[in-house]
């Protein structure tokens, strides 16, 4: 059973930068193609970015291109997004998604493993 857990959400002010940390275990993979996703209440999950297998592929969404980079450590199987600039509109319930394969993909429906989800909170 692959476990998704991810961490360094809470709250901040307009103009400031967090950084998520998404880490899998449980696998008979060390590693898996994962992506970013946010979701407001009465909203559909938004995608936000996501990275391959290797970490040679990566694409943001275009809500947050220019604000938010996405790597991967692949010795500590970790996944990091890195959010600068944030906005009010920015705040959500972040999850982490992990399937199985090389490619990342911006389908939720198509990831196998998802995280509880941390909050991000920007006030104005």
């Known amino acids: 059973q692959v476990h998704v857990a991810e961490s360094g959400g809470g709250s901040v002010q307009a103009g400031d930068s967090l950084r998520l940390s998404c880490a899998a275990s449980?696998?008979?993979?060390?590693?898996?193609?994962t992506g970013w996703f946010r979701q407001v209440p009465g909203k559909e999950r938004e995608f936000v970015a996501g990275?391959?297998?290797?970490?040679?592929?990566?694409y943001v969404g275009p809500s947050v291109r220019g604000r938010v980079t996405i790597s991967r450590d692949n010795i500590k199987s970790t996944v990091f997004l890195q959010m600068n600039s944030l906005k009010p509109d920015d705040t959500a319930v972040y999850y982490c998604?992990?399937?199985?394969?090389?490619?990342?993909?911006?389908?939720?429906?198509?990831?196998?493993?998802w995280g509880q989800g941390t909050q991000v909170t920007v006030s104005s």
């Open positions: 990275i391959s297998k290797g970490g040679f592929v990566r």
């Open positions: 449980g696998g008979t993979d060390s590693t898996y193609a």
């Open positions: 998604a992990a399937r199985q394969g090389v490619s990342m993909v911006v389908n939720a429906t198509l990831y196998d493993y």
